[in-house]
């Protein structure tokens, strides 16, 4: 199995351009997440679905966030327009529902906000 | 609400034995997984402990006492490679959920 996949692996963009990640789940799992890692706040649970259908997206900083998830095999998390202060390191995960102690980590996207 | 508290930095020799402790506080409990994660990598799943007592996988074990709130995870025969961030988490008690909530994680350094 391929595992997570995620890209781009490093976006480097302007405040106030939008930014797209993208995630490829492991195939069978049917939970996934969407995670941010900075150092001040450590990791952040954004947003997670079930079986494609948003769930929980508490954790969604504000309206600039967006989330969705077309099909079992794909998802993005958008950010229209981006700011300096969400450069992170975003990560998507996903699991089986049986397991939910144990998710599979995509390497995650960089994103740095000039 | 749900917390989870974790040393912030350990520091261990070369093959020594070193002990990364998680205490939690959470209205539900449904078991404490551990995760590592290398610097510029992404955090991978380590072990997961259920009931009370020791889980053994290679040179890493994981340990739970459910009455306590309490769990640890040592790591034996330390390698250089052990250096990493160690995180403890639990299943968000509050409802039929997958969210997992993260510690704050534990830095591991190991020294020659």
Known sequence: ?114 | GQSLEQPSEVTAVEGAIVQINCTYQTSGFYGLSWYQQHDGGAPTFLSYNALDGLEETGRFSSFLSRSDSYGYLLLQELQMKDSASYFCAVRDPSGATNKLIFGTGTLLAVQP
């Open chain 1, 1 to 114: 199995d391929a595992g997570v996949i995620q890209s781009p692996r490093h976006e480097v963009t302007e405040m106030g351009q939008e930014v797209t990640l993208r995630c490829k789940p492991i195939s069978g799992h049917d939970y996934l997440f969407w995670y941010r890692q900075t150092m001040m706040r450590g990791l952040e649970l954004l947003i997670y679905f079930n079986n494609n259908v948003p769930i929980d997206d508490s954790g969604m900083p504000e309206d600039r966030f967006s989330a969705k998830m077309p099909n079992a095999s794909f998802s993005t998390l958008k950010i229209q327009p981006s700011e300096p202060r969400d450069s992170a390191v975003y990560f998507c995960a996903s699991s089986e529902g049986t397991r939910a102690y144990e998710q599979y980590f995509g390497p995650g996207t960089r994103l740095t906000v000039t």
